[in-house]
Every structure is written in C-alpha cells, then in structure tokens.
C-alpha cells in the first residue's frame, strides 16, 4: 500500500499516531519535479485525455512478487551489519549513551517494527544493487526512509528546528559502523 501525506498546514489534514506510522515501511520524500519531468507529465497528461493509450505490460505475477521476496530475504547478511542496525535501533532507545544532542532531541526511540523494516530495506538495496550481500552503505541508504517517520521527537527538538533526518545524521555519526 501507498499513501500520500498532505502538508499539516491544509485544512483537513491531521498527523497520524504514531502506531500507525509506525506500519509503514518507508517515508519517502518527494520533492516537485523538475522542468523536462514537468513537460512530460503534461504531455502524458494530455495523451490520457485524449484517449491516447500507452502500451506496456506492467503487470507482475504473484509467483514473480513472491520469487523477489525470497531472493530478498536470501540476500546475506553479516552478523556484524546485523548488530549493527541493533546499534542503530538501541541508539534511539538510550540516547543518552550515544549523545547529548541525541537524548535532548529524542522523545521515544523507534519499535521492533523499525528494526525489522531496517533490515528487510537494507537487503533490498543490495538485491536491487545486483549484489548477494548487504553492506553498511546499504543500511545508510535506507535509514532515513526508515526511521523519519518513527522517531518521537521531544518539544525541544521541535523548537529548535530539529527533524528526523537531522536525528539520523548524528545516529551514523555517533555510532560505531559494522
């Protein structure tokens, strides 16, 4: 499933709790397209309109989707990239251990969930990479979609202009890589 989010300042739209947040993957951000994506959105828009029909096959079987997921999940990796997204994880947790800025900015550190997403989203990365091994730059791609969305962020941070991804800097930069 996919979901768009709203900027909180349009009416009608509201921040969700954190528990669901929480089930999602990844928080992509998506900024607007540039000038030559733009033209062809309007051309492709226009084509549409007109009854113009673009022929591709984009569908995938079942059988492919599961296949993917276990060539995913087969992907290797190493106990010491497994303990440390466990770092990673437990530097939410206890802040304090890692960093002041960390403790100060850091309401609730994230769930289970995030572990399990870190992992899943890091042997993907390999897999589309065309490797058969997840490396830590394959964790640093995927821990700000990761983990944006599921940190708790304290009154302080918020005052002080802090963001998830400005959380995740100092998290790579605090604790020790695999």
């Given at each position: 499933?996919?979901a768009?989010?709203?900027?909180?300042?349009?009416?009608?739209?509201?921040?969700l709790?954190?528990?669901?947040?929480?089930?999602?993957?990844?928080?992509?951000?998506?900024?607007?397209?540039?000038?030559?994506?733009?033209?062809a959105?309007?051309?492709?828009?226009?084509?549409?309109?007109?009854?113009?029909?673009?022929?591709f096959?984009?569908?995938?079987?079942?059988?492919?989707?599961?296949?993917?997921?276990?060539?995913?999940?087969?992907?290797?990796?190493?106990?010491?990239?497994?303990?440390?997204?466990?770092?990673?994880?437990?530097?939410?947790?206890?802040?304090?251990t890692?960093?002041?800025?960390?403790?100060?900015?850091?309401?609730?550190?994230?769930?289970?969930?995030a572990?399990?997403?870190?992992?899943?989203?890091?042997?993907a990365?390999?897999?589309?990479?065309?490797?058969?091994?997840?490396?830590?730059?394959d964790?640093?791609e995927?821990i700000?979609?990761v983990?944006?969305?599921?940190?708790?962020?304290?009154?302080?941070?918020?005052?002080?202009?802090?963001?998830?991804?400005?959380?995740?800097?100092?998290?790579?930069?605090?604790?020790?890589?695999?």
């Open positions: 499933m996919m768009t989010q709203n900027p909180i300042e349009q009416e009608g739209t509201y921040p709790p954190e528990a669901q947040l929480d089930r999602f993957l990844l928080h992509l951000e998506v900024n607007y397209p540039d000038a030559e994506s733009e033209l959105i309007l051309r492709l828009n226009r084509g549409e309109a007109l009854g113009e029909t673009h022929h096959d984009s569908r995938i079987s079942q059988r492919e989707i599961f296949e993917a997921r276990r060539q995913v999940l087969s992907i290797h990796m190493a106990e010491s990239i497994e303990k440390y997204i466990v770092r990673l994880i437990m530097a939410t947790r206890s802040p304090n890692y960093s002041d800025d960390l403790a100060n900015w850091i309401e609730m550190g994230v769930s289970p969930r572990t399990i997403a870190l992992d899943r989203a890091a042997r990365h390999a897999w589309l990479s065309g490797r058969d091994f997840v490396s830590p730059e964790v640093h995927v700000y979609p983990l944006r969305h599921r940190l708790l962020l304290s009154y302080q941070a918020q005052a002080e202009g802090i963001n998830g991804n400005k959380i995740i800097d100092e998290l790579l930069k605090t604790v020790a890589s695999a």
